[in-house]
């Protein structure tokens, strides 16, 4: 049981360039988030998905696109990076959107020059 | 909206010593409030959680309380310990808000001096 991974760990981008980061869950939760952490910083949701083939933006949308085609991955795309998205992704899941648990993945640690 | 207001930033104590966290929140529809612990360089980690119908949670050295008519929650950590040094985020669950997710606090770093 390998909980919530993410793929890769680190990258360096440039301006301009794009990249997706895989999330993969073997919970089989239905919700799953992105969010982003800046240093010092709290967290912010970016998107997220309350069920396979659904999406919903959350605080920080714009520059992000996501899909769920499959129940266990949430794929998050960066279509051209810019040096304000600098920061550390984490993904989570959690059985349900109500008051249930979220699980973190490791992070990426994404930096865009 | 659910809107979460964590204070302090930062929280500096001796070893041994007790920290408490405070968070209010604005829907008092909400109705579960996790917290989370994150070490430096690690992925947050629910650490205690708290529904509506209890006034106050205990495990081990730490301790939530929760005050719905004021609409504010508190971590209490006793007896700290150097590995408790981490960021703390409080949580809220806006139950009205359909689909809407939990809404995290901006986080405390809570560092213990030995």
Redesign the interface.
Same mark, same amino acid.
């Given at each position: 049981n390998a909980g919530v991974t993410q793929t890769p760990k680190f990258r360096v981008l440039k301006t301009g360039q794009s990249m997706t980061l895989l999330c993969a869950q073997d919970m089989n939760h239905e &919700?799953m988030?992105w969010y982003r952490q800046d240093p +010092?910083? *709290?967290?912010r949701?970016i998107h &997220?998905s309350?069920g396979e083939g659904t999406t $919903?933006k +959350?605080e920080v949308p714009d520059g992000y696109n996501v899909s769920r085609l499959k129940k266990q991955n949430f794929l998050l795309g960066l279509e051209s990076a810019a040096p304000s998205q600098t920061s550390v992704y984490?993904c989570a899941s959690s059985y349900s959107? /109500? $008051?249930n /648990?979220?699980f =973190? *993945?490791? +992070?990426t640690r994404l930096t865009v020059l | 909206g659910e809107n979460v207001e964590q204070h302090p930033s930062t929280l500096s104590v001796q070893e041994g010593d007790s920290a408490v966290i405070k968070c209010t929140y604005s829907d008092s529809a909400s109705? &579960?409030f996790?917290w989370y612990k994150q070490e430096l360089g !690690?992925?947050?980690?629910?650490i205690i959680?708290i529904?509506s119908n209890v006034g106050e949670k205990k495990d081990q050295r730490i301790a939530v309380t929760l005050n719905k008519t004021a609409k504010h929650f508190s971590l209490h950590i006793t007896e700290t310990q150097p590995e408790d040094s981490a960021v703390y =985020?409080c949580a809220a &669950?806006p %139950?009205l808000s359909g689909? %809407?997710?939990?809404v =995290? *606090? !901006? *986080?405390t770093?809570l560092s213990v001096i030995a």
């Open positions: &919700y988030y +010092g910083m *709290g967290l949701l &997220y309350v $919903a +959350g984490f959107g /109500e $008051a /648990e979220q =973190f *993945g490791p +992070g | 109705n &579960y996790p !690690k992925r947050p980690q629910l959680d529904r =985020f &669950y %139950t689909n %809407t997710p939990l =995290f *606090g !901006k *986080g770093r």
